[in-house]
């Protein structure tokens, strides 16, 4: 059955230090998202992931003879939030095209579609990088679209059409709302283009969670990201320089469907390198789709994709123009979320965390957790402590999630508040949280439980330090000789003496004040 | 009222009066009309589907109802037949293409959705020009339906079978649809009456699309007021019709009865009359005009310049919509698969070709082959594009008539049936056919065609076309109904010009068809 075999042969590559002293890379990136509306684009089919195959589907998502498409309102208004979002301007009025091709995945054999006439363009998103540096991403246009069916190709070894013995389709996913986000060419971004590609739908994954438009979940296709690299000559050292910008740009090639952060920027990566290869070796680069394997690194020659396609685009007939009134268009842009790079600012300043510590707090994907702890009445201090700390590393080796522990953050509030009120010290509130961990119930019933109260009866504390002096005369010496730091040793025999129910400050003024 | 022996001769209107008269049933109203297919149907191919069960089951629940003393439908129990290109859950609809044959839809048309609730028995599915491509109902892969009128001649296109069957007495009412003429050229070639909504008046939801931006649904009747009784049950918003008006259906019925003509603006379209149009076919044409101005109607005469390039524009525009339109029929999710000769394991691709090679018919490659390159890359603006503009020039062309006249008159079509076989061989003289109905798709106004008398020359019958503005449905019913009226008057007998038509039933039994058209 197949009509050609796809060439598995490792291509080569430069080294990617090498790649760019020679090259500047430019970037386009297409980004599909799959919107979390109930029902699909253009029917009332439920969007649900995971169902059996073929039971969320209707005559109009199967493309029956005579069925017809009804625009769903609610993706329409993702759209146009999605848009604002992005900073871009919203049509005044648009259409539907359809997008004709053949593909057994697809039931009208067009895809219902934008082509000239996008409901969003002309925006920007400014990324973070990982020194803290902003770049900004020009967004071209974001159009609504409906999703095709999915393949499984049984047989052969590649997993695709070609060679396969047979193919099953799944209609569940044919008609699932999509925007796709399109970038201007991504220039001077240089040696950091890999990293400012993954920053990118990084920083497009928090916007789409924070607008609750979208799962924004990779591994289930919610967020599939094309990546086009392409390799022009470099010259001097600015990335971003006019005489940089001035050079024509290289043919590019289309990684399609890199789905999750990491391999973007690897698939980026790898493309620089290949590229380089491919042109330092006098060939030129065959302007085509690209297949992405995670697990060996590379990619693989797709399909030949030329300027030419032709998909013989033409307004959608069978829909009215979308044409969103300026009013409901500020009624949406009302309903926007703070910007994540703008909330991340506000809360790191409001916390008083180092970039150092908000960056890890970042990285751990903590900051929900930490604004409801502190909101509960931790101190960001504490709540950074505790969820960064101790509950990191337990999640850490359980290997599961932070917040799946079992703790609550009104439960870190509650222990932060029996520290700060000198009821439980340091090594209290860690068995305490031991107690919660282990099911005992919130941290006020576990002191209760366990009898985990500090002493605050100075009698005993005072005759534990009179006994430990007594007992460490040579101790007491230095300390009397302006040696204060060896008190340390004293206060920990008080705690022990104590066991552990003391407060170690007031120990230590005890013994300051006996010995100085 | 005027009787016949036989219940299929009656008006939709008097059936639906004698059945809530308790003068007959349903069934025995339903009976009548499936014994008359059966008789006649193997001679006209008007019916592809015969769905005597599902008739006499909704005959029978509608008799029950009204013997239960319920309120029903004015056409409830009223037999009616629908084009095969309306989808009708669980009667298989092949839109007269092989490529559907035995494809039974799993759901109903809005259209027919709305039959089914108003009480109507389906008696089943009628021939068409395959993918409603056609003028003449001879590119159907089911074979060519039958003129009554003339057993060699064409019954219209492409909604035939509807038109033949209303035409022979084996329904009263049919579904049909028009696209650049589907409805109104038939009723004209026929003898009986043809209405065309405003674009959007009626749902297109169940009906298999030829070109989304033209097609419209309409009655198929043998008067103006049954027309509007069909019009009226199946008009209005559909939720599941993007396109779909969003208006109460203008009151066509209450129009129909008019017979007051004083002071009306009746514009005959210059462009659509004279030269290519049949010595009997103008000249019955110019004799309703006399009618009309002896009533009172004040006929002017309007010139729409860009009509000249209708039909240049029309067959851009169908074809780009309908290349696009009958890409699902690919044989990997329903109607017919071929694997391609001599090809081992052929991958989806080559099974999508060889089973589009198989089932469709040449009108229909003719049409995907030139709508796939009118919209390819390249050619889009000049063709595609530019009928566009044709297109509102015009609809422009229809604004500034209609500041003059309150309706637009022309011939319906500019010859009678011709013979079937006589344009297979020359698909522009068969597109010729529509050059008066075009117009109006393209726009978007309704019209009708009324049956104007038969011609001298060859005792055929023709029409006159009756067009108004968007969303006036009922101007065209009201210039309709009275001159209907007029008419009868001049004729005499039922006032039907069917009257004329020769017994079919004897045609038959004479052995009247021909053996070369067989």
Not at chain 1, 107 to 133: C, H, M, R, W
Request: aromatic share 6%.
């Amino acid at each position: 059955m197949s009509t050609h075999t796809e060439s598995m042969e490792v291509e080569d590559v430069v080294a990617y230090d090498e790649a760019l002293t020679r090259f500047d890379p430019v970037l386009g990136l297409e980004v599909h998202v799959e919107l979390n509306t109930a029902t699909k684009m253009f029917c009332g089919c439920a969007t649900g992931f995971g169902a059996d195959p073929n039971t969320q589907v209707c005559p109009v998502c199967l493309g029956l003879p005579g069925a017809l498409p009804v625009v769903n309102a609610t993706a329409v208004e993702s759209a146009i939030r999605i848009g604002l979002a992005l900073n871009c301007q919203i049509a005044d009025w648009c259409r539907f095209a359809r997008k004709n091709y053949f593909y057994p995945d697809m039931p009208k054999n067009f895809q219902t579609s934008q082509y000239d006439e996008p409901i969003a363009f002309e925006g920007y998103l400014d990324v973070d990088l990982d020194d803290g540096t902003v770049f900004r991403v020009e967004i071209e246009r974001a159009h609504m679209e409906e999703d095709t069916g999915k393949s499984t190709h049984i047989g052969g070894s590649t997993g695709r059409i070609h060679g396969a013995e047979f193919s099953l389709v799944d209609f569940n996913r044919a008609g699932i709302p999509l925007i796709e986000i399109v970038t201007k060419p991504i220039t001077g971004a240089g040696e950091r283009a890999p990293e400012v590609a993954r920053a990118y739908v990084s920083a497009l994954r928090d916007l789409l969670k924070a607008l609750d438009v979208s799962d924004v979940k990779m591994e289930q296709g919610n967020v599939r990201c094309d990546a086009n690299v392409s390799l022009r000559a470099r010259v001097g050292d600015d990335p971003s320089a006019e005489e940089q910008l001035a050079v024509p740009l290289g043919t590019r090639t289309e990684t399609k469907n890199v789905n999750s952060l990491r391999s973007v920027e690897r698939a980026v990566r790898y493309e620089i390198c290949r590229h380089a290869a491919v042109l330092d070796s006098g060939s030129s680069i065959l302007q085509e789709t690209r297949h992405w394997h995670e697990d060996t690194g590379v990619t693989t020659s797709g399909r030949p994709k030329s300027d030419a396609d032709d998909y013989r685009y033409f307004p959608e007939p069978d829909l009215v123009p979308v044409a969103p009134t300026r009013e409901r268009v500020e009624e949406l842009r009302a309903t926007l979320p703070e910007p994540p790079a703008e909330r991340r600012k506000r809360l790191q300043s409001d916390w008083g965390y180092s970039d150092l510590e908000m960056r890890d707090v970042l990285n751990a994907g903590a900051i929900e957790v930490i604004e409801e702890t502190v909101a509960a009445g931790a101190t960001p201090a504490a709540a950074r402590k505790w969820w960064m700390g101790d509950l990191a590393r337990r999640a850490n080796d359980a290997g599961t999630a932070v917040t799946e522990l079992g703790v609550t953050p009104a439960h870190i509030a509650e222990l932060d508040g029996l520290v700060r009120a000198g009821r439980l010290n340091d090594s209290m509130a860690r068995q305490v949280m031991e107690g919660v961990l282990a099911g005992e119930g919130g941290p006020t019933q576990v002191v209760d439980a366990r009898g985990l109260e500090l002493v605050q009866d100075d009698g005993a504390l005072e005759a534990a330090v009179d006994k430990v002096i007594a007992a460490n005369p040579d101790v007491a010496d230095k300390i009397r000789d302006g040696k204060v730091q060896a008190a340390g040793a004293l206060i920990g025999q008080v705690m022990k003496e104590m066991r552990g129910q003391a407060d170690a400050a007031k120990a230590r003024e005890l013994i300051l004040g006996k010995l100085t | 009222m005027p009787t016949h022996p036989d219940l299929t001769h009656l008006t939709a209107a008097q059936m639906a009066d004698g059945l809530a008269a308790g003068e007959f049933t349903s069934v025995e109203l339903t009976q009548a009309h499936l014994d008359r297919i059966a008789a006649l149907n193997p001679v006209l191919n008007a019916f592809l589907q015969v769905d005597t069960e599902g008739a006499l089951a909704t005959a029978a629940d509608v008799d029950a109802r009204r013997a239960a003393g319920e309120d029903l439908p004015r056409l409830a129990g009223v037999p009616i037949a629908v084009k095969d290109i309306a989808c009708t859950q669980g009667i298989p609809t092949t839109a007269g293409s092989r490529t559907l044959e035995g494809w039974v839809p799993p759901y109903d048309a809005t259209v027919v959705t709305r039959l089914k609730e108003a009480g109507l028995p389906i008696l089943g599915k009628t021939n068409m020009d395959e993918f409603a491509m056609g003028s003449s109902t001879e590119h159907s892969a089911y074979g060519p339906t039958r003129n009554p009128w003339d057993l060699d001649r064409i019954p219209g296109g492409s909604g035939g079978g509807s038109s033949a069957a209303v035409a022979a007495f084996l329904a009263p009412l049919a579904i049909g649809s028009d696209t650049g003429g589907s409805i109104r050229q038939p009723g004209a070639v026929t003898g009986t009456v043809g209405a065309k909504p405003t674009y959007g008046g009626v749902s297109r939801y169940g009906v298999i699309a030829l070109a989304s931006s033209l097609d419209q649904i309409g009655p198929c009747a043998r008067t103006i007021t049954d027309a509007a009784l069909l019009h009226e049950v199946i008009g209005g918003h559909d939720p599941m019709d993007s396109t779909s008006i969003d208006a109460p259906v203008p009151p066509v019925l209450e129009a129909a009865a008019n017979r007051d003509l004083t002071g009306t603006r009746v514009g005959i379209v210059k462009e659509l009359t004279g030269e290519g149009y049949q010595a009997g076919v103008q000249a019955r044409f110019d004799e309703s005009v006399e009618l009309l101005r002896q009533a009172g109607a004040e006929i002017v005469e309007v010139s729409c310049p860009h009509f000249q390039y209708a039909m240049a524009a029309y067959y851009l525009i169908l074809p780009s919509e309908a290349s696009s339109n009958l890409a699902r029929f690919d044989a990997m999710r329903y109607g017919l698969r071929v694997s391609p000769e001599g090809v081992e394991a052929p991958s989806a691709e080559q099974v999508m070709g060889a089973s589009r090679d198989a089932g469709f018919g040449d009108e229909v490659k003719r049409r995907i082959i030139l709508g796939t390159y009118a919209l390819s890359s390249g050619y889009y603006d000049a063709y595609y594009g530019q009928a566009q503009k044709v297109r509102t020039l015009i609809a422009r062309d229809f604004e500034a008539a209609f500041e003059q006249a309150d309706v637009l008159i022309s011939p319906t079509a500019p010859t009678t049936a011709f013979r079937i076989g006589d344009k297979m061989e020359d698909p522009m003289a068969m597109y010729l056919n529509d050059i008066a109905t075009i117009p109006a798709n393209l726009a978007g106004i309704p019209g009708l065609s009324l049956p104007s008398g038969v011609t001298d020359e060859d005792g055929l019958p023709v029409g006159i076309q009756i067009l108004a503005p968007a969303t006036q449905d009922q101007r065209m019913y009201a210039v309709g109904g009275a001159l209907e009226a007029l008419l009868a008057e001049q004729w005499g007998g039922t006032g039907s010009v069917l009257d004329r038509a020769p017994d079919v039933t004897t045609g038959v039994s004479a052995g009247a068809v021909s053996e070369e058209a067989k």
